[in-house]
């Protein structure tokens, strides 16, 4: 009798530890299956790109902590206002510039620069450029232009307000040479020799591509 019972018993530890395997011997299957049904992450589309970036400042004068500087008060008056969005998409890069409370009703010119503000506004370095002038100063056109460089000159309405969009295949998401953009005070020349200039350095705003 003893050894029929030891034999039941066996049995049924036998049992329990193949249903173990099976389904966890304990309501495991429900865990198994619903594991089983859970959805495969999700994957950007083709040519989905990651959310764009945006920076805002305040224009000041040179500090520190300053995130939009001017350099010249009386061009782009300390209080003023300057967004910087872009974006990336299908191997094209998007940027836009919206301004508010310059000089009314004037031009300015704008660029995408390699170095972030600084004291002057030369801190901020040469234009970007997706291929490099070997020669600088680029005055080039065949480096210097709105292609090759990111240009956003803007004119502003009677209220200082102005916006600028510029649309290219850089690869400034990419690159660690895109770190600023400076208002300058013309539009940019293309004619070879000055290419690419546009006048004294009037603000700058550190933005992040």
């Given amino acids: 009798m003893l050894q029929q019972r030891t034999r039941l ?3 049924i530890v036998g049992l329990c530890t193949a249903g173990a395997l099976l389904a966890g011997c304990g309501g495991g299957g429900q865990e198994a299956e619903h594991a089983q049904h ?6 950007p589309a083709e040519g989905q790109s990651a959310a764009g970036k945006q920076t805002s400042g305040t224009f000041e004068n040179f500090s ?7 350099y ?25 510039v919206e301004v508010k409370g310059l000089q009314p009703n004037r031009p300015y010119g704008a660029h995408v620069h390699v170095k972030p503000c600084g004291a002057t506004g030369e801190d901020a370095g040469s234009h970007y450029q997706e291929k490099a002038d070997p020669v600088k100063p680029s005055v080039d056109p065949a480096y210097a232009n709105p ?12 209220q200082g307000n102005g916006t600028a969009t510029a649309e290219g295949t850089w690869s400034l998401a990419t690159r660690d040479d895109a770190q600023s953009v400076v208002l300058h005070e013309t539009h940019t020349h293309s004619e070879p020799g000055k290419a690419g200039s546009a006048g004294s350095r009037l603000g700058c705003i ?3 591509f």
């Fill in 64 to 70: 520190p902590t300053a995130k939009a500087i001017t």
């Fill in 206 to 208: 550190t933005a992040d």
């Fill in 38 to 43: 859970q959805p495969a992450p999700q994957t």
């Fill in 9 to 11: 018993f066996g049995s």
């Fill in 72 to 96: 010249k008060p009386e061009e782009v008056p300390a209080g003023g206002q300057i967004t910087v969005n872009s974006s990336a998409a299908d191997g094209k890069s998007k940027v836009t």
């Fill in 147 to 158: 292609q090759n460089e990111v240009w956003l000159d803007f004119h502003t309405d009677a």
